[in-house]
């Protein structure tokens, strides 16, 4: 207030606090070192303002929940992330139930020993995000013989990985490498016969086939017409 008429004093705008004109506008001497700690206490507090903000705008966001996701992907127990943050297996139950909020720095402990960063923490995770999948999502790849569709994408990142394989009359599918894991399939229209090591099985319209992925093994169409068949791995190898 102006001491005189008792109105607002007029007067420049201020400079933002983390601007260098603030700086200069206070006269500051500062060691050249000392502008990187300036900087990195600012990002904490914008990181902490962040945080406090999302808790309060999107209450659905549950924190605990997120780390006890992240922890089970990255198959850790509750006392092998605890160990790994210097926090108690007990305070770590109580974040994962949200029975008590993380200071930020010790938020940032966990996330970083989770493999990630504050910023990818509060990110939705993309999987979850998008759940259903239409034609323009697939990846379509046409083979001599057969083609071959991605009907999720990126299922690599995923425990199981399902294509739709289409295999013309006499042609057969890609040859399947020997390994740790499991297959389905389900014929959709169609004859196929399914080769698994030594052992042929015919499958028609309708028949499923489920095995474990110790022999080589492929597809064959022996028919007249083309074949879809629904095909599942686990882990993905296609």
């Known amino acids: 207030m102006d001491p005189v008429g008792g109105g607002p004093v007029s007067g420049p705008a201020e400079a933002p606090y983390n601007s260098p004109e603030f700086l200069s506008e206070t006269d500051c001497i500062l060691p050249p070192f000392m502008y990187n ?12 303002i962040s945080f406090t903000n999302l808790k309060q705008k999107e209450p659905s966001m549950n924190v605990g929940h997120r780390i006890r996701q992240l922890r089970t992907k990255n198959n ?25 909020t993380p200071s930020l720095p010790t938020l940032e402990d966990i996330v970083v020993a989770l493999g990630t960063n504050l910023s990818q923490f509060f990110k939705e995770d993309e999987r979850q995000a998008k759940v259903t999948f239409d034609e323009d999502d697939y990846f ?27 295999i013309q009359p006499g042609q057969r599918s890609q040859v399947m490498q ?8 389900y014929v959709l229209s169609g004859r196929v016969t399914l080769v698994n090591g030594s052992d042929q099985h015919p499958l028609k319209r309708g028949e499923t086939f489920y095995i474990n992925g110790d022999y080589e093994h492929w597809l ?7 074949a879809q068949v629904l095909w599942v791995c686990t882990p993905p190898m296609f």
């Not at 020997?178 to 399939?185: D, N």
């Not at 064959?220 to 083309?226: C, R, V, Y």
């Open 178 to 185: 020997p390994h740790e894991g499991e297959e389905l399939g």
């Open 220 to 226: 064959k169409n022996d028919g007249s017409h083309p």
């Open 37 to 48: 700690v300036i900087a990195s206490g600012l990002k904490k507090i914008n990181h902490l």
């Open 76 to 100: 850790l127990t509750q006392e092998e992330l605890a160990s790994r943050c210097e926090l108690t297996k007990g305070y770590l139950s109580q974040l994962e139930n949200d029975l008590a």
């Open 140 to 166: 379509v790849d046409e083979k001599d013989g057969y083609t071959v569709r991605w009907i999720v994408p990126n299922a690599q990142k995923n425990d199981m990985e399902p294509i739709l394989v289409e």
